[in-house]
């Protein structure tokens, strides 16, 4: 374990990408819906927004590297069900169901490793789309008691999970395990799964219980943590997606602060951007990563 977690350990600085239809009416990811601010239809409309014509993954990659990151964890699907890459096992994904009409993510993992960046894939392990998934808060009927369906959701799962094995990922960033138990996931096979086709790669904490590294609950920790590896995840607004009329921006100087903090009890800072449907990143996020590179390149260990 500690030598598949020895470039995790001294990373200090990570780049996550929240990137997905909700960006169109710049509304909260899946939880809009989930919490019924908008109907589940007229947020699917959303995806005839999602253009990505303006996307460069080259240039994001350059601007995450110049920020002093040495890894990246992209959203390749969210609890919305819409993945970003081609998969076989839905048509709810943006290269079926968008103007985008192409797999945004194959490209981003190429151009972020050409930039010597780690690779992570943020992946929900719930999904209120999908249809034998037991979405009790989106027509409050609950489907867990029904085996075949559980079953047949589960195959979904493992299939998908299986298909990012193939981006050889340095990193799984599970979410949305709080729904269900270890054992319902099937957390363990999950974990051996991945280990096994991709054996020097990490996984994330929110996998109940089967993860490498914890993560702080409750924000900055005001003191270290028990774990020798952890990782806080951060907004550099109050959103996680992009979101244009929250314009509550934490300054450079404070996530300095912030990322310091971490460092200096042994952890990562996982810093959030959120791309527009185009695939232009923010301009205010684009200064906040320029801001933080100017800093750490002053302050460059070996
Ligand atoms: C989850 C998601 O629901 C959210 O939309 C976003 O993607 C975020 C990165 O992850 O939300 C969580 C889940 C758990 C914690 C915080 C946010 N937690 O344990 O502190």
């Not at 968008?98 to 490793?113: E, G, I, M, N, Q």
């Not at 200096?264 to 959120?274: A, E």
């Amino acid at each position: 374990k500690d030598q598949r977690l020895a470039w995790f350990k001294d990373a200090k600085l990570g780049i996550f990408i929240h990137w997905g239809i909700y960006a169109v009416n710049g509304i909260d990811e899946s939880w809009s819906f989930h919490n019924g601010y908008i109907s589940y239809d007229d947020y699917m409309k959303q995806l005839d927004g999602f253009t990505a014509t303006n996307y460069n993954p080259e240039y994001w990659a350059e601007l995450i590297k110049e920020s002093g990151a040495k890894y990246t964890v992209i959203t390749t699907k969210h609890h919305d069900g819409v993945a970003l890459w081609d998969t076989k096992y839905s048509d709810l994904n943006v290269v079926d169901k968008t103007p985008a009409k192409r797999d945004v993510l194959t490209s981003f993992v190429k151009a972020a490793r050409s930039e010597g960046l780690k690779v992570g894939l943020y992946y929900s392990l719930l999904d209120w789309s999908h249809p034998d998934y037991p979405n009790f808060l989106r027509d409050k009927k609950r489907y867990t008691d029904d085996a075949k369906r559980w079953a047949k959701f589960t195959k979904f799962n493992f299939g998908q999970i299986e298909e990012l094995t193939k981006f050889n990922p340095d990193l799984y960033w599970f979410d949305g395990d709080w729904e269900q138990s270890a054992e319902t996931w099937k957390a363990k096979e999950i974990r051996d799964l991945l280990l096994e086709k991709t054996p020097t790669t990490i996984i994330n904490s929110r996998l109940q219980g089967y993860g490498d590294y914890a993560t702080p609950e409750q924000g900055i920790p005001i003191t270290k943590p028990d774990s020798k590896y952890w990782e806080l995840c951060m907004t550099m607004n109050n959103s996680w997606g992009y979101q244009p009329n929250d314009t509550n921006y934490k300054s450079v100087n404070q996530i300095i602060r912030i990322l310091v903090d971490c460092i200096s009890m042994g952890g990562n800072l996982l810093l959030d951007i959120g791309p527009k449907p185009d695939g232009i990143i923010p301009q205010e996020q684009i200064d906040i990563l320029k801001g933080l590179g100017r800093w750490t390149n002053k302050h460059k260990s070996a």
